[in-house]
C-alpha cells in the first residue's frame, strides 16, 4: 500500500497565477482531507470531500479555493489567482470511513506552495 | 467549537529522559484523540489512535491517555532518544463526525544528546 500520495511535493507559483495540489488516497479509503498549515500556524481543515461530493467545506476560503474528487482520479485543490498570503504547506488525509470511533486518519508529505 | 491546546510549545531535555506532552480540548464529545509526529519539511506520520471508548493506547516507548470527562490527554515518552526531535501534534476529531480532525499547534521536542 504505497500510502497516500501528493503531488507536487514543490510549487512556486507567481501571484496571480493557478495552483493545482494533487492527492491520491490510499487504497480502498474513498475519504479525502484537506488542511492547510501557514508559516509558524497549526493545521487547519479545509475540506472533506468522497467521491464525486463535497460533504464539508467550512474551512474554505470562499474565493478562490475550490476542490474536487472526481469518481476516477485523484482529488484536486485549486487555487486560482494566488496571493503571496496562500504560500503554506497543504496536506491532504485519507480514511476508510467518515469518521466513527477508531477511524484513523493517514496524511500525505504535502505540498508546499511557494507564491513569488 | 472544538478547540485544541497543546503545552508546552517548545521542550529541550538531555537524552534517556521520561517525558510528558500535553494536551486539552474544550469539547468532549469526541470520538477519537489522534497523536501525530512531524519531522521539519515533512509530512505527518500517526503515532498513536485513542477510541473515546479506550482510555490508553501504547506503542512501544509511547503511551498516550485520554480523559474525556476533564478533556485532556497526555503522550508519555519513555527514555527519549535524539531521533525522537520533532514536533508532536495532537488532534481531536470534531463532533460532527466526519473525521474531521482539529489541530493543537503542537510541541517541539528537542533532545540532546
Known amino acids: 500500500n504505497a500510502g497516500v500520495m501528493q503531488n507536487p511535493r514543490h510549487l512556486v507559483r507567481r501571484r496571480g497565477q493557478e495552483a493545482r495540489l494533487r492527492c491520491s488516497p490510499m487504497k480502498g479509503h474513498s475519504h479525502v482531507y484537506w488542511y492547510r498549515q501557514l508559516p509558524e500556524e497549526g493545521l487547519k481543515f479545509m475540506v472533506y470531500?468522497?467521491?464525486?461530493?463535497?460533504?464539508?467545506e467550512s474551512g474554505m476560503p470562499k474565493e478562490r479555493f475550490s476542490a474536487e474528487f472526481p469518481k476516477e482520479g485523484p482529488s484536486i485543490l485549486r487555487i486560482q489567482q494566488v496571493v503571496r498570503g496562500d504560500s503554506a504547506a497543504y496536506f491532504c488525509?485519507?480514511?476508510?470511513?467518515?469518521?466513527?470511533?477508531?477511524?484513523?486518519?493517514?496524511f500525505g508529505q504535502g505540498t508546499r506552495l511557494t507564491v513569488v | 467549537k472544538q478547540e485544541v491546546t497543546q503545552i508546552p510549545a517548545a521542550l529541550s531535555v538531555p537524552e534517556g529522559e521520561n517525558l510528558v506532552l500535553n494536551c486539552s480540548f474544550t469539547d468532549s464529545a469526541i470520538y477519537n484523540l489522534q497523536w501525530f509526529r512531524q519531522d521539519p519539511g515533512k509530512g505527518l506520520t500517526s503515532l498513536l489512535l485513542i477510541q473515546s471508548s479506550q482510555r490508553e493506547q501504547t506503542s512501544g516507548r509511547l503511551n498516550a491517555s485520554l480523559d474525556k470527562s476533564s478533556g485532556r490527554s497526555t503522550l508519555y515518552i519513555a527514555a527519549s532518544q535524539p531521533g525522537d526531535s520533532a514536533t508532536y501534534l495532537c488532534a481531536a476529531s470534531g463532533s460532527s463526525n466526519t473525521g474531521k480532525l482539529i489541530f493543537g499547534q503542537g510541541t517541539t521536542l528537542q533532545v540532546k544528546p
Open positions: 470531500l468522497q467521491k464525486e461530493n463535497i460533504i464539508d
Open positions: 488525509a485519507s480514511s476508510p470511513k467518515s469518521g466513527g470511533e477508531g477511524t484513523e486518519a493517514f
